[in-house]
């Protein structure tokens, strides 16, 4: 196997939070995806009409921000993440007002940063002039601001930091944390992803890239992973974090375990700034090391979880790797049929529903997929599916060839 | 401005309206200078209301920050 990794005791998913285009909570956006309902909608933005899928307002009360988080004036990207940990941090049961806080880290990964302020503040600066720019631009725009609004919301003074892998950003944080946790450099990590890119600059970005769908006459069909009509992916916004810690330290504080985070994969393509390497051999050999690190072998998988963008070339890639690496034939699904692509916040939401399907031994359906393209040859399922989900894989690749895998299991 | 569409205001940029009295300081009303920065930007910019950032950084009390914006109202 690849390095040769011995086998590590993981991490324990505590806790789930989750702030999607599917649900304003954990359970109303896994029942959108158990459902299989895309939530993708035609817009327009300075003049360019695109698709996407927007998180729903951000509730006000307690399951809102809060008071001291508006009076630090968080870029969207940290609202939207402050929603989604609080929720992960309740439904672990953890109390940040009584935990020792100097244990505890937080790994946000983020694909683009506070953009939103940024762009906003540029525009400011330019139109208004520098006096007008507002003092919290730049602590809002810094790629950091995540992580360190989750720090200062919830008394987090161990490790903080946020990483970026483009798509893959989500998945790197929680590899991350597995990491945190077996060195001990801290006891709790609250780990996942955040991206609230729905701007200009983002949007006309990735179509000069021909990445995203043109399929305006049917918004809501216009995210196909894997289907022989798919024309590209949706940006979405959102956040999903997880709270992790060592499998026996949650036992001993008898917390509820919902799975396990048995092993991660990293690798890079050295091919290209956007295509995948053709083999797909980085995403293949991500795959192998998480396996080999949770001491598994391929026939052990039970679900893929796949990142399944929608792109033609992209989606072609994955599958092939997919279909040689495990012939055994699992079911391959990929969620952002429904959610849209979350971007850096994408691994760690996927990450969030391969957890429940483990833990609710589900099999969720791929929305829009209705006829595999050219290559596809994978069991890709268009309804849920009750079986016995006891080892999943999740994928995630960023642009910029970085790979990530993680396999989750039940506990 | 009265003093409660200026409480208003502070509320609206997050604060506490319960620390929000004429006789409170700026630090017991959570007024950090990034805020009072905020703050003077949202009454130039929103309200047409232009006190210098300076004096609000001076003014020690929310009643004083009351008494700069209607100085700064009635010359706008």
Known sequence: MPGGRPARPGAAVTGVGLFTPAGADRATTWETV???????????????????????????????LGRAAVARRPDRSAALALVAAREALADAGLDAGTWDGMRVGVVAGTGAGGTLTYERQLAVVREDGPGDMSPFAVPG?????????????????GPSMAVTTACASGATAIGVALDLLALGRCDVVLAGGSDASLSSFYIAGFDRL?????????????????????????????????????????????????????GYGATSDAHHVVAPRPDGSGLAAAVREALAEAGAAPGDVDLVNA???????????????????????PPVTSTKGVTGHLLGAAGAVEAALTVL?????TVPPTANFTEP??????????????????????????????????????P | MTFDELKNLLVSLGLDPAEITPESTREEAGLDSLLLTELALVLRKERGIPVPEEELYAAPTVAAIEGLVARYAAVA
Not at chain 1, 141 to 157: D, K, T
Not at chain 1, 316 to 328: M, S, T
Not at chain 1, 357 to 361: F, I, K, L, T
């Open chain 1, 34 to 64: 158990r459902v299989g309902k895309p939530t993708a909608g035609l817009e327009e933005l300075d003049g360019i009409r695109y698709l996407a899928c927007r998180a729903p307002e951000l509730p006000d009360g307690p399951g809102g």
């Open chain 1, 141 to 157: 725009a810094l790629p950091n601001a995540v992580a360190a609004q989750l720090a200062v919301e919830f008394g987090i003074r």
């Open chain 1, 210 to 262: 021909r990445a995203l769908s043109h399929r305006f006459h049917d918004p809501s069909g216009g995210l196909r992973p894997f289907d022989v009509d798919r024309d590209g992916f949706v940006m979405a916004e959102g956040a999903g974090f997880l709270v992790l810690e060592r499998p026996a330290d949650a036992a001993a504080r008898g917390a509820r375990t919902r799975a396990l985070i048995g």
């Open chain 1, 307 to 329: 990142h399944g963008t929608g792109t033609p070339r992209g989606d072609a890639v994955e599958a092939a790797v997919l279909a040689r690496l495990l012939p055994h034939g």
């Open chain 1, 357 to 361: 399907s483990v833990a609710e031994d």
């Open chain 1, 373 to 410: 393209g050219e290559g596809v040859d994978l069991d890709v399922p268009t309804v849920a599916r009750s079986s016995r989900v006891r080892l999943a894989v999740s994928t995630s690749v960023g642009f910029g060839g970085h790979n990530a895998a993680l396999v989750i299991t039940a």
